[in-house]
């Protein structure tokens, strides 16, 4: 009995030990590109060639699919490819995808703060509930604009999307 109830007791211990396991994350889901060279690859592996070099951090991207350490991602013009997890940052970025106006406030009857061209890069600060519009933060020559735009000018966010 006294056996039984130390093989009860050290699995009990071994159990509350383990680690806690990672809540996974949805896919798809919008990601950002962690470094300025990016390798885009036509498999999930280093023995896959490479399709394509990505030279621009913040890039976003989104994944579809997840293999292993490997992240299978679309990008603004459709093109699909696998990257390694570590080039991945989960901080949000948008690019714009057509020229578009940066507004005071969540309005299109706010004032206009600039004009941004389309290709545009911006890191993205929050897309309220219900609404249409998210806060981007746009660095253009040094120089800050943070204000609001319209989700149907960008990549980089659902558009029923809350961010926080």
Sequence with gaps: MFKKLCFITLGFCLITALPVVAQELAIPRFVSF?????????????RYPIKYVYHAQNYPVEVIDEYELWRQIREVDGTVGWVHRRLLS???????????VLYKKPDNASATMAYVQKGSLAKLEECPPHSDFCEVLFTFNDKKYQGWMEKSSFYGVYPHETVQ
Excluded: A
């Design 34 to 46: 962690r470094r300025s060279e990016v390798n885009l690859r036509t498999g999930p592996g280093n």
């Design 90 to 100: 989960g901080v949000r970025y948008i690019i714009t995808t057509k020229n578009g």
